[in-house]
């Protein structure tokens, strides 16, 4: 792993430049502390529900700039990033570098008027119609899939589902398989069942086979210094041309620094619509699911996947309910290394098709839903440059995932 110089070459710029846009306007400070965490831990999310200083309230959250500094520490100031939350609060996110099972932190947030500058947050962009790119500057760091066009049997085939690309630490290269190569019905990050029923009738929302899931609509956008979000309404439509299922899925990807290429949390909500389902499928075929690059299913021995669980013996075909997996493959001469990790609110039993060398793996189960009845998932996903982190680097990402450190607002200063 580099060391932390290495590591945050642009934060303390950042920080600078938000704290200049912030002297154009009006600050106030407030007063937060991290509890320890239950693991140790390094560059972990994390937000407090909070209600905006008087001469703050009925200004936009991306309108007002933040920049955060630790007590008693000579560290420099780092991003902080608001977003609109439940009722009349708003959520204030950024990332703390080091969490630590022995004491909390205590941090000041300064909040300032008018809008940050965002040279080297997020952002989002159109570059063609169907395809929408996130940037981290000016590299993208991952692709929203969403066309859907019946005109041909070909373009049907490329279009006939929304998923998720990720790229490399350049924003050159994919890192994960699209619509061609061998089985491309598995395709970057995806979620789908194959065996879904509905009364009599099975529907195949894997392979699609005369079926589909179209993207509806986007239903929110947000991109900042700290973390950029998308929700989308998809609808998983029979071959009646009806919808099935109405899901609305949420991606939220969070600033790291390298060797992480993306920190991304997977977020859907699947709603029967009219009468319940049974979600249905086998372990390879059905659930939340990642798919390396094409090039590694038809590589030699050097870039094939390797798994690694959380403790020896783990047998992927029958142990259930594992709290992660991780693979690591090979691709453009380099490691990378993903990890899955699956929130233990989702539906149990759960299995991990962790074992195919060809690099698609994730969590599947089976649901039954009862009609307009609505079900919560959520999932992490982490991607390093480099060899498979230690086993204990692994399990503090999971740590942090499914119970963070808790924030709360000790006080706002005048």
Not at 85 to 99: A, F, I, R, S, T
Not at 184 to 208: A, C, N, Q
């Amino acid at each position: 792993m580099a060391n932390q110089a290495e590591r945050r070459p642009i934060l303390p710029m950042l920080a600078v430049v938000l704290l200049c846009g912030a002297a154009l306007g009006q600050t106030r400070s407030v007063k937060l502390r991290v509890a320890a965490g239950e693991v140790a831990g390094t560059d972990v999310p994390v937000h407090v529900e909070m209600r905006l200083p008087g001469e703050f309230i009925g200004l936009a959250p991306d309108g007002i700039a933040v920049s955060l500094h630790e007590w008693d520490t000579s560290s420099q100031p780092i991003p902080g990033q608001l977003l609109k939350g439940p009722d009349d609060q708003v959520e204030l996110w950024w990332v703390v570098p080091h969490v630590r099972t022995d004491r909390e932190s205590n941090w000041t947030a300064t909040l300032s008027a008018g809008h940050a500058f965002q040279q080297g947050g997020f952002s989002w962009k159109h570059p063609s119609n169907g395809i929408l790119d996130l940037l981290l500057g000016d590299r993208r760091v991952l692709r929203y899939m969403h066309a859907y066009d019946a005109s041909t049997p070909e373009r049907l085939f490329e279009t006939y589902k929304p998923y998720h690309h990720v790229f490399d630490a350049s924003g050159r290269n994919l890192l994960t398989n699209g619509a061609g190569g061998l089985y491309p019905h598995h395709r970057g990050i995806f979620v789908g069942w194959s065996k879904l029923k509905r009364g009599e009738h099975e529907y195949d929302f894997w392979h699609m086979k005369e079926v589909s899931q179209r993207h509806e609509r986007m239903l929110s956008k947000v991109a900042g210094p700290v973390l950029a979000r998308s929700r989308a309404l998809i609808h998983w439509v029979g071959p009646d041309d009806q919808p099935v299922i109405a899901e609305e899925r949420e991606v939220t990807v969070f600033r790291q620094p390298a060797p992480t290429v993306l920190l991304l949390d997977f977020r859907t909500e699947l709603k029967a619509i009219g009468a319940g389902v049974l979600l249905n499928g086998d372990p390879e075929h059905a659930g939340v699911q990642y798919r390396a690059h094409n090039d590694v299913a038809e590589g030699d021995e050097t870039v094939k996947a390797t798994y690694l669980f959380h403790e020896d013996g783990i047998d992927a075909h029958t142990d259930q309910n594992l709290p992660w997996a991780a693979m690591s493959y090979g691709l453009n001469g380099r490691r990378y290394s993903v990890q899955h990790m699956n929130h233990p609110d989702n539906p149990k039993p759960t299995l991990y098709s962790a074992y195919r060398d060809y690099g698609r793996f994730g969590a599947f189960f089976k649901k039954k839903l009862k009609a307009d009845e609505v079900l919560p998932l959520r999932y992490r996903i982490l991607i390093v440059d480099g060899q498979m982190p230690p086993r204990d680097e692994l399990a503090s990402r999971c740590s942090a995932f499914v119970t963070p450190p808790r924030v709360t607002v000790v006080r706002d200063n005048p």
